[in-house]
């Protein structure tokens, strides 16, 4: 049987991307003590802005520092419809697909309160090679799978095959797949229907299969 533990973080702009990914990495520390007690493994997942918190966690010090048998609790890691960051400004909802940071830096989306520069971009986007170095440390036994969606944006397509060759020439266990049909929220929203290819996709990967 699954159990499912759904996160809730704070939006930027109450609190900047660092933050953010910090409060990611507490629930994580939470989610390995509760698995460990019952004997389960875990698979991680997020879709948009969580799919670059997910791959964050794993880069993380904290992460970094675990020991053998701790880190291998991790079992999985599903990144949906590539990688971006949600920046609520008033009223309105702003994508943006990035596994390096380094685009954004001259857009609007790049307010101050999200608190990113050129100093932390290495550390913040998971791309990087210093990020990769990370996860080579740690995370090797980790299967990745990354879903973008057939009409998803080319940037998020691109963005999603960049960090997909990254971990491949790593020789990191990863794949990826292209949903037919589905865009970057039609993904997701299909997830509720058992007979949906990706939820039964999704559900044998946590299984192992």
Not at 144 to 159: M, P, R
Request: a positive charge; proline letters at 2%.
């Amino acid at each position: 049987m699954c159990r499912v533990a759904v996160a809730h973080y704070t939006r930027c702009p109450a609190q900047n991307l660092a933050v953010i990914t910090a409060q990611l990495v507490r629930l994580g520390a939470w989610l390995l003590e509760y698995a460990k007690t019952r004997g389960l493994r875990l698979v991680i997942s997020g879709h948009s802005a969580g799919a670059h918190l997910a791959a964050m966690m794993l880069t993380s010090d904290w992460f970094l520092h675990l020991d053998e048998s701790s880190a291998k609790v991790f079992n999985g890691v599903v990144l949906l419809s590539g990688e971006c960051l949600w920046v609520k400004l008033k009223l309105k909802m702003f994508l943006l697909g990035v596994f390096d940071l380094a685009p954004i830096l001259k857009t609007s989306v790049n307010i101050p309160q999200m608190g990113i520069n050129q100093d932390n971009i290495p550390t913040l986007s998971p791309l990087r090679n210093e990020n990769i170095a990370r996860l080579s440390e740690r995370a090797r036994h980790i299967r990745f799978w990354i879903v973008v969606g057939e009409n998803d944006s080319q940037a998020f397509k691109n963005q999603a095959k960049d960090y997909y060759n990254k971990l491949l020439s790593n020789k990191f266990n990863v794949s990826m797949t292209e949903q037919e049909i589905e865009d970057h929220f039609s993904l997701v929203e299909k997830l509720k229907d058992q007979e949906y290819s990706l939820s039964t996709a999704i559900i044998n990967f946590m299984r192992g299969k």
